[in-house]
């Protein structure tokens, strides 16, 4: 059998593109990847809960915590800071297990300055019009914050060829299937 190397997986994509549900997809076939959770200042959607989907922190609180070199990156978005904190990456690499972060491309960007060997994977939709359709069909947006959101999409577009890999999510079981391939094959070199 051949070994397996942890890696760090960075996923990004438009709000809306499907990276929340790839990423629930794959980890239910390859239980081993870790994720972390990341610090926000939005405020939890109906059913979210602090600790698990975010760490829900004041302005003030995070402000703090960036100062204090808390943060492996961080980032505006969308109108609210996010950020992922060392303390939930370090020791889940070195354990052995892979590592997904799911953020934003200025984030990744952050990221793969600070850990070269991060595998950046850029999941794109297969349209604006399928993008607004999910976000508006996931129905957690008001009108405005998905305006907002699609403005961001297509710069967010434009900065995929800096992605190791780009992904289309049209057909959901072939995406996780090939999101599921490009982690594996990965983790085999
Ligand atoms: P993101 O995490 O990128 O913001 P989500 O995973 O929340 O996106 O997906 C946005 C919406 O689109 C959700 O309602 C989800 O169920 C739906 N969705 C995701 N992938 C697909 C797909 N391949 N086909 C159809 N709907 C999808
Ligand atoms: P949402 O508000 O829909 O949960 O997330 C909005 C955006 O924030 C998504 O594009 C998501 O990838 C990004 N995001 C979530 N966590 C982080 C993080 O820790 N750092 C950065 N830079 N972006 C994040």
Known sequence: MSRLTSKLFVIS????????????????????????????????????????????????????????????????????????LVSEVRGKLDSGSSLILEIDVQGALQVKERFPDAVLIFIKPPSLAVLRERLVGRGTESPEMVELRLSNAESELALADRYDEVLVNDDLDQAVAELSRIIRSYERN
């Open 13 to 84: 994509g438009p709000s809306g593109a499907g990276k929340g549900t790839l990423v629930a997809r794959v980890r239910a076939e390859l239980p081993s990847l870790g994720l972390t959770v990341s610090a926000t200042t939005r405020s939890p959607r109906e059913g979210e809960v602090d600790g698990v989907n975010y760490y829900f922190l004041s302005k003030e609180e995070f402000e703090r915590r960036v100062n204090a070199g808390e943060f492996v990156e961080w980032a505006h978005v969308h109108g609210n800071c996010y950020g992922t």
